[in-house]
């Protein structure tokens, strides 16, 4: 059974930074395109960053482009994304998700077979 555990969340003030953690377990890392969603109240969840199974190609939303990093360490099976410059804007859920299919960073949730619980991050203004 494949699990996917965010950590790392919390309360921030706008321009500082957190750093998430998503632990695998189940399967190995180095078969799984992953990446971070996110869900803020009354909205629908988005995409907010992807990465490859090698790690060499990233995708980002426009809304966090030069903000955020994604990063993997297939031999620790931990995808980590680093937020810096954080805004109240970016207060939501976030989720790791995993897809076993694809060699692709698909953007849309429904490609993703395997989602974490999710890890609340607040940022106050």
């Known amino acids: 059974q494949v699990q996917l555990v965010e950590s790392g969340g919390g309360l921030v003030q706008a321009g500082g930074s957190l750093r998430l953690s998503c632990v695998v377990s189940?399967?190995?890392?180095?078969?799984?395109?992953m990446a971070w969603f996110r869900q803020a109240p009354g909205k629908e969840r988005e995409f907010v960053s992807g990465i490859s199974v090698s790690g060499d190609i990233t995708d980002y939303a426009d809304f966090v482009k030069g903000r955020f990093t994604i990063s993997r360490d297939n031999a620790k099976n931990t995808v980590a994304l680093q937020m810096n410059s954080l805004k109240p804007e970016d207060t939501a859920v976030y989720y790791c998700a995993a897809d076993r299919n694809t060699r692709l960073i698909a953007t849309t949730e429904r490609p993703y077979n395997y989602w974490g619980q999710g890890t609340q991050v607040t940022v106050s203004s």
């Open positions: 189940g399967r190995a890392l180095s078969t799984l395109v």
